[in-house]
């Protein structure tokens, strides 16, 4: 057994080579970490209206469709070009599939509330036949679609014209029999169930059970456990509304079912804190199995601690052994065994925190940046202002900041890493802190669940970059 002194011995070292270890990454200046331009999606006139905006972005599990929501209610399907796949070297290239509306605004009589038809967010369904499902919501309305292809007609119907007009009966004189002829491939989508009215409050989460029978959606105070086949019923599966809601000190901001255990979730909470919870244990799970919470330095205590440490989003890693937070500043590693501390760190724009007051003045403070892994689980991306984005390898520790900018819109353009600099003298090819443009953000991104392909949404915009092979 070892020794608590021989413990922080170790500890100590690994922290020195970890130091090391980054100081000769940057030296070497993230020379294999390289990304290039591979199209984007979307109008690039600059008077947006508000209803293009993307409000996420998600690929299916074999990530030959990756799927948009936007502020105005639609749903936009894309579909990976076979030639780019096919292509030596392949390119990772998309085009539209399908477009529907998924969500109206709506008006809520009894509350007097405007219910917006901004798409929340989107989770696809694994694929058990030719169709695709996937669920969309938007603040109070969770349905599931059905996508299919029709590239056949039938002919020759009895009963009706061809134009679907009803025959008289006292017309039809000979029967005949129906024909399958070929037609233009066309996609329908349809909707196949509406779950509503569960929800007193925004939802802000959905996520598909490993059973892909069950679902949960969660929003501030309650997550609710659906049955895909049942409509009007759910059952209420963790509830922290205090019973004074004077005496409400969080709320709940993301949760999502465990990869693999169909009994295992997480949510993550505005007080900075993730709970696991283990639906054998109870049929409320409001006593959590574990609480994974980091310890606040009091040296860095300030105002806006209680605002930034809100956690925004949480991800379960694909093999199920890991899961990342991300905080206004930063986004953590956490081993699902160990709820002490995170065991990885990752800053995503440190810069700011000497800006945090002008970001509370213009409530960018309270922006919710989402977070994803790559399909083996060896790298993180995350979303900030200027229109950069992240990438973190946590094999080799290297960290890149890329712009998702239009003047690069060129299929195979290499990707330029860029730097912020927080003042004195700015060198070339870096941009001042001062100079950052806060209305535009990347806070929603996808990342392939096989290749290094990744969707980010700008606006209205959605730029696909891959890496350089």
Not at 4 to 13: D, E, F, Y
Not at 227 to 245: A, R, Y
Not at 333 to 338: A, K, N, R, S
Not at 385 to 402: A, C, I, P, S
Request: aromatic share 8%.
């Amino acid at each position: 057994m070892k020794s608590p002194s021989n413990i922080m011995r170790q500890s100590s070292l690994t922290k020195l080579g970890s130091m090391i270890n980054t100081a000769v990454n940057k030296r070497a200046g993230n020379g294999d970490m390289q990304w290039c331009f591979s199209q984007v999606k979307g109008t690039l006139e600059d008077d947006v209206t508000e209803a293009d905006i993307i409000s996420c972005v998600e690929f299916n599990h074999d990530g030959d469709l990756l799927a948009t929501g936007d502020k105005g209610g639609r749903v936009v399907i894309f579909q990976g070009d076979p030639n780019s796949k096919n292509s030596i070297p392949r390119r990772g290239e998309y085009n539209v599939y399908s477009t529907f509306q998924s969500h109206e605004p709506e008006f809520d009589y009894l509350k007097s509330l405007e219910i917006e038809e901004k798409i929340n967010k989107i989770r696809w369904l694994k694929r058990k036949n030719p169709a695709h499902f996937l669920l969309s919501t938007n603040d109070k309305t969770i349905k599931l679609w059905k996508v299919s292809e029709r590239d056949k007609k039938v002919e020759g119907y009895n009963t009706k014209e061809e134009n679907g007009a009803i025959r008289d009966p006292a017309c039809i004189t000979s029967l005949r029999v129906p024909t399958i002829k070929p037609m233009e491939l066309m996609v329908e989508a349809s909707p196949r169930r509406i779950f509503a009215n569960a929800h007193t409050y925004h939802i802000n989460s959905i996520s598909v059970n490993s059973d892909q029978e069950t679902y949960l959606s969660a929003d501030d105070l309650r997550i609710n456990l659906w049955h895909l086949e049942i409509t009007d019923q759910s059952f209420n599966i963790v509830d922290i509304k205090p019973t004074n809601m004077e005496e409400l000190t969080e709320v709940i901001t993301a949760a999502e079912f465990h990869p693999a255990e169909c009994n295992v979730l997480v949510y993550s909470s505005s007080k900075g804190t993730i709970r696991l919870c283990d639906m054998r244990s109870a049929a409320l799970c409001d006593q959590h199995s574990k609480l994974f919470e980091e310890p606040e330095d009091p040296t860095n205590r300030s105002f806006f601690s209680e605002i930034i440490s809100s956690i925004s989003d949480v991800k379960l890693s694909n093999s199920g052994r890991y899961m990342i937070s991300r905080d206004y500043l930063s986004v953590k590693v956490w081993d699902l065994q160990m709820e002490t501390k995170p065991i990885e760190c990752y800053p995503v724009h440190e810069y700011l925190r000497s800006k945090l007051c002008s970001l509370y003045e213009n409530d960018c403070i309270f922006d919710k940046f989402e977070c994803c892994w790559s399909g083996n689980d060896s790298a993180i991306m995350t979303g900030s202002y200027n229109n950069f984005f992240r990438v973190f390898d946590r094999t080799t520790k290297r960290d890149l900041t890329l712009e998702a900018a239009r003047d690069i819109a060129k299929p195979k353009t290499l990707l330029k890493p860029r730097k912020v600099c927080t003042g004195g003298k700015r060198k070339k090819d870096e941009i001042s802190v001062d100079c950052l443009d806060f209305n535009k953000k990347i806070l929603h991104t996808a990342w392939h669940p096989s290749e290094n392909v990744v969707a980010v949404a700008a606006t209205n915009n959605l730029f696909l970059f891959q890496d350089k092979l």
